[in-house]
């Protein structure tokens, strides 16, 4: 031992000697950079005071405020912002987690550059400086060729505008969000129908909620805010909670009534009971008179179709029920239905929303308390000028064939970059997980390989996921509490502003999207000659934020930025003025300025050319956000593409057909997950890591399958083996699957379980990560609002076949094809020349803009900004 | 020699002490040299140096040929596939990824109370962090940069004769090792050792990995025991 020592002392004059070669050796320049500190004297990690800076949460998207209690830099834990209208001082358990998201062991600190084939997972830490000159460079060659070829896809983008500014300024309209595999078609049915394309419910003071599909006890939109509220409403105001939906959620649990439907039959339920209630003479005819767009009769006449026998046989639920729950909610004093993505996000989802809201339309419960309201947010400004021009939209974003999808068609964009429809030169991924989050993930996986439809791909993400793994560079970008962003949601009646600053410096060299756009705009254009640099000429990311926040009136005055930096939030939440808050903004008076240089079109005020007010009995009215400025309980825009423009019911055609032992297949949002970016935080993982299919007791037994027994389950594009949760908690007709489990990349913490890793494995339990569903399920799409058919797929169930094994997931690339022209033959025939600059669209989104400034009370404004809330969860 | 004669004739920590600015300040060499390894990327003079017969030669005597694993025609080709491996083992690839940091080790989780724990012992032996230096104070190589350190200001008390300062720096050394090198090194350095993707790193894992036992045998310190994993 002694002489194995001595030798290996003599390694430290051959490492001194090594070392000692060239000063220039980086950790020789560091250590002697060493500084030598005064003793300080021990001092206790937990004895110290923590700085409490408040930010806003995004570990999902409903934005709520917190407070970070930081020391020495490093969070020490999350708290709810109690001065924040919408959540109150709480947090939910994936906000509670959110911090990890910043010390996630597998979080890229360093730009990456590949070094092997795409997806080898051969990499190269870089320097920032290589990694902007080489990205600039790419879009330097791609803007000289054609700028649209330059392609931005993003998921959740909070930036607020810096992504427009940024493609706008390169001349590139081939940018993409994530909202058509969100809920797209809710907003698109909302917007025709009444202008924004959310609603803020009046849990609190309501006697009843009719709850279609929507888990709000878990993950729906606004779930933290709401939930608080809803369940104020049931325990102060006795209100009665009722929830349709194939399976038994938490909300489905503290509801008074849980009633399992078939999926997508919500619709028809909903038009039976509006019939009910006009047939019984329960409805509200002066609401229909004064405010929409049809009379009592008319659409007395046109319900009568769906009766609750009609409905009974399509959805499953009794006739009766659904007359007795009809009666109910329209005596039941104020009333307010809810949903979101779980009764929208079907091929027939705008329809169902449409047909959902009727409820409160023949009820007359909109815009009262304890009812079903206008959202109310704040908004803020478009940022620092100058502004660059829009550049026309790619055929990627608003396909012809979905004149009518404002919120683009996302999950038909790796089928139309595979067909060639938009050439790419340069693709970028911004905080998307594709392969992943969206259908028929082998499809992203084919483009996102291929060198000759992607030439060049960068991501700019936090960690290692499974899209970002096949791109060329990585930009390592900062979580949510190491940057800057403004935040509005209609989360509260009480409109607000908050901010999102650092709470503490980026991790290793982690940089803010902010910060990485701007340089990058520098990179692409050092001389100004390509026109792009002078948009990017404001500085700091907190300048930039700033400037639009300061834009939002009445903040400057009640301490402006610096207010929002010390509170995260304006104004501060006020139980009394919440519990007495004003509704009625349709109601609102027109003043004698609004009202000067208006013409009357039918009922409808006109202002150089847009709608601004409504004539009711005489009297000028703001009215709704439509270009009629009523309810448009008729739509005339779907007539003109050939929709049905009055409250309509389709069957789903794949559901008329399905055999006897077909199924139909669901997904869901754990409570304690989003989608593809919570696996990677480690509490919510030991929480939530495996997802057996939920498969009903009797469907089980039918098939021979018991609890945890392996299954196979296959759909019109492949199979995936997985395991049996046999419960009565789920319609017998469907078999639900959670997502957030069955991450592909190895190097994430959301697949910790099957790692070698020592230091993993010492630090999982689980060796369980579940199987991911989304790569069976094929692409379908609701021809009006291009939303995914998320609940649609059809599918069969069997005990697993000899060989199987768990987590093993085919897909047929023929098969996948073969459903992406499927849906599209079902979209409209009906061309425009440019079907986006239609009258009708072009009206229903600057209305929208305009409400947002007008309504709400603020006049900032929010034309630069694609979604004025970009409220897609 | 016997086991049992390697025990009887280990020096005493107080003998260790005493044994000369020599022994603290190679020890301190070799700290540093394994620190400059695990924080970045090979460059070429250290590139150079190691393929150095007066450098490789002692490297020989540990079984490690330095000039065989850092052979090839071209320099820069050399640092290529050096600089794709430090970041395949160290910072991101297919499974497995090592993660250098003791907070990873010990919670599953970045900058954790480990590194603060190793700032404060910065503080607390009146050094300071390396400044601009991206990384977290748990990072392996950050730790081996302390210990470097604290061997030095051994080596320069024994030097100018100072005992009773020398001996202080030596028992930094030995709580540093207790409570956090050993704690979780030798076992990083196995997994590298075993599984890293260039030879280069394999060895290098081998050398740290024995040099921190042997640390452990000289300060009469256990190192947490060899968990064997299984591949799957
Ligand atoms: S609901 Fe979303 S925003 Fe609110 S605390 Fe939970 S994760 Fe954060």
Redesign the pocket.
């Known amino acids: 031992m002694q002489l194995k020592r001595r030798k290996f002392i003599q390694l430290g004059s051959a490492a001194g000697a090594a070392l000692t070669v060239g000063s220039q050796f980086g950790m020789k320049a560091k250590a002697s950079a060493l500084m030598e500190l005064k003793q300080t004297g021990s001092a206790s990690p937990t004895g110290k005071k923590n700085q409490e800076i408040p930010y806003t949460?995004?570990?999902?998207?409903?934005?709520?405020g917190?407070i970070a209690y930081v020391e020495d830099g490093r969070i020490r834990r999350l708290e709810g912002n109690p001065n924040h209208p919408g959540?109150r001082g709480k947090?939910?358990a994936?906000?509670n987690a959110?911090h990890l998201h910043v010390y996630d062991p597998t979080r890229i600190l360093n730009p990456l550059k590949r070094v092997g084939p795409r997806g080898s997972g051969k990499w190269k830490r870089i320097t920032w400086d290589e990694a902007l000159s080489e990205v600039a460079g790419k879009i330097q060659g791609a803007m000289d060729i054609d700028p649209m070829s330059v392609m931005f896809q993003y998921g959740r983008n909070r930036t607020h505008g810096l992504v427009y500014r940024f493609m706008n300024a390169l001349g590139s309209g081939t940018v993409n969000n994530h909202t058509s595999i969100c809920e797209c078609n809710k907003k698109v049915a909302m917007e025709h129908a009444w202008g924004p394309d959310i609603e803020t419910p009046d849990f609190a003071h309501t006697k009843y909620i009719l709850n279609f599909g929507s888990n709000l006890a878990e993950a729906a939109y606004f779930?933290?805010p709401y939930i608080q509220r809803l369940m104020d409403g049931k325990i102060e105001n006795k209100a009665k909670l009722v929830t349709f939906d194939p399976r038994m959620t938490n909300t489905g649990a503290i509801s008074d009534e849980w009633i399992p439907l078939k999926p997508a039959t919500d619709g028809v339920v909903a038009l039976a009971m509006c019939n009910v209630i006009l047939q019984e003479g329960l409805a509200d005819t002066e609401f229909i008179r004064k405010y929409t767009n049809v009379t009592a009769h008319q659409l007395t006449e046109h319900l009568k179709q769906y009766t609750p026998e009609f409905a009974e046989k399509e959805s499953g639920v009794s006739a009766d029920t659904i007359r007795r729950i009809a009666i109910e909610f329209a005596t039941a004093g104020p009333a307010t239905t809810y949903t979101y993505r779980g009764s929208s996000m079907h091929q027939n989802g705008v329809y169902t929303e449409k047909a959902t809201m009727m409820l409160n339309v023949v009820t007359g419960n909109i815009e009262k308390r304890g009812g079903f309201n206008l959202p109310r947010g704040l908004g803020f400004g478009g940022g620092p000028g100058p502004h660059p021009p829009k550049p026309p939209h790619s055929i990627l974003k608003y396909p012809p064939e979905y004149p009518l999808a404002s919120h683009h068609v996302s999950h038909h964009v790796s089928h139309s970059i595979l067909e060639g429809r938009q050439k790419i030169n340069v693709f970028m991924l911004y905080c998307h997980n594709p392969l992943y989050t969206q259908p028929d993930g082998d499809t992203w996986k084919q483009i996102l390989t291929s060198e000759k439809h992607i030439p060049y791909s960068v991501s700019f993400s936090i960690n290692m996921d499974d899209s970002t793994k096949y791109a060329d560079i990585i930009l390592p970008d900062t979580t949510f509490l190491e940057r800057w962003d403004p935040e509005s949601m209609p989360s509260s009646a009480l409109g607000w502003v908050g901010l999102r600053q650092p709470v503490i410096k980026p991790l290793g060299n982690a940089k803010a999207f902010r910060d990485t756009i701007y340089e990058l705009a520098q990179k692409i254009d050092p001389d100004g000659k390509r026109g792009v640099k002078k948009y990017f000429s404001y500085g700091s990311a907190e300048s930039y934020v700033k400037n639009q926040l300061e834009a939002t009136p009445g903040l400057k005055a009640a301490g402006g930025f610096k207010l929002l930096k010390k509170y995260g939030v304006w104004p501060f939440y006020d139980k009394k003025k919440e519990d007495n808050f004003k509704f009625g903004a349709h109601e609102e008076t027109l003043s004698e300025s609004d009202l000067a240089g208006t013409t009357l079109e039918g009922r409808t005020l006109m202002k150089g050319g847009k709608s601004v007010g409504l004539m009711v009995d005489g009297k000028a009215v703001r009215g709704f956000g439509t270009p009629s400025r009523t309810f448009q309980v008729n739509v005339p825009e779907w007539e003109h593409y050939g929709f049905e423009p009055m409250p309509h019911y389709e069957a789903i055609e794949d559901h008329k057909r399905m055999k006897s032992d077909e199924l139909l297949l669901s997904t869901y949002k754990p409570n304690v997950h989003t989608q593809s970016r919570t696996p990677n935080l480690k509490w919510l993982q030991e929480l939530h890591h495996r997802n057996p299919a939920w498969i009903n007791t009797e469907t089980a037994k039918a098939r021979g399958i018991g609890n945890d027994d392996l299954i196979r389950i296959t759909s019109p594009i492949g199979y995936m083996v997985t395991k049996a949760r046999v419960t009565e908690g789920i319609h017998p007709q469907v078999v639900a699957i959670a997502t957030s489990s069955g991450m592909s990349n190895k190097s994430t913490l959301g697949n910790y379980g099957g790692s070698k890793d020592p230091d993993i494995v010492q630090n999982t339990w689980w060796d369980d990560t579940g199987v991911h569903p989304n790569q069976i399920i094929p692409v379908s799409t609701d021809p009006i609002g291009g939303g995914m058919g998320w609940f649609d797929t059809v599918i069969t169930v069997t005990k697993a076949k000899s060989g199987d094994k768990y987590g093993d997931t085919r897909s047929d690339r023929g098969a996948a094809r073969k459903a992406f022209e499927k849906a599209l033959s079902k979209a409209t025939k009906v061309r425009t020349e440019d079907a986006h600059n239609t009258t009708a669209k072009t009206n229903v989104r600057d209305e929208i803009h305009t409400e947002v400034g007008g309504v709400f009370g603020t006049t900032a404004k929010l034309r630069d900004f694609e979604d004025p809330f970009n409220t897609t969860a | 020699m016997s086991s049992s004669k390697q025990v009887n004739v280990r020096p005493t920590s107080t003998e260790m002490a005493e044994s000369g600015p020599c022994e603290a300040e190679n020890r301190a060499n070799v700290y540093e040299f394994l620190s400059r390894i695990f924080l970045e990327e090979m460059d070429s003079g250290l590139l150079q140096a190691l393929q150095s017969d007066e450098v490789a030669g002692i490297f020989l005597d540990w079984g490690i040929n330095f000039q065989e694993d850092l052979a090839g025609e071209n320099q820069n080709e050399i640092l290529e596939q050096l600089a794709h491996a430090y970041c395949d083992t160290f910072v991101t690839g297919e499974d497995p990824v090592f993660s250098p940091y003791e907070s990873v080790w010990k919670t599953g989780c970045l900058e954790g109370k480990s590194t603060l724990l190793v700032e404060e012992f910065y503080t607390k032996c009146s050094l300071g962090l390396p400044k601009n230096c991206p990384e977290f104070a748990d990072h392996l190589g950050i730790e081996f940069d302390l210990m470097s350190r604290l061997a030095k200001k051994e080596a320069e008390f024994r030097l100018a004769a100072q005992t009773a300062q020398a001996e202080n720096y030596h028992k930094f050394q030995q709580a540093f090792l207790k409570n956090h090198l050993l704690a979780w090194g030798p076992e990083f350095s196995a997994k590298i050792e075993r599984w890293a993707s260039h030879p280069f790193y394999q060895h290098i894992g081998k050398l740290s990995c024995e040099f921190l036992r042997m640390e452990a045998e000289e300060f009469e310190l256990e190192s947490e025991p060899y968990m064997e994993f299984s591949e799957n």
């Open positions: 949460c995004l570990t999902c998207n409903i934005e709520d917190g959540n947090l939910c994936k906000g959110g779930h933290n």
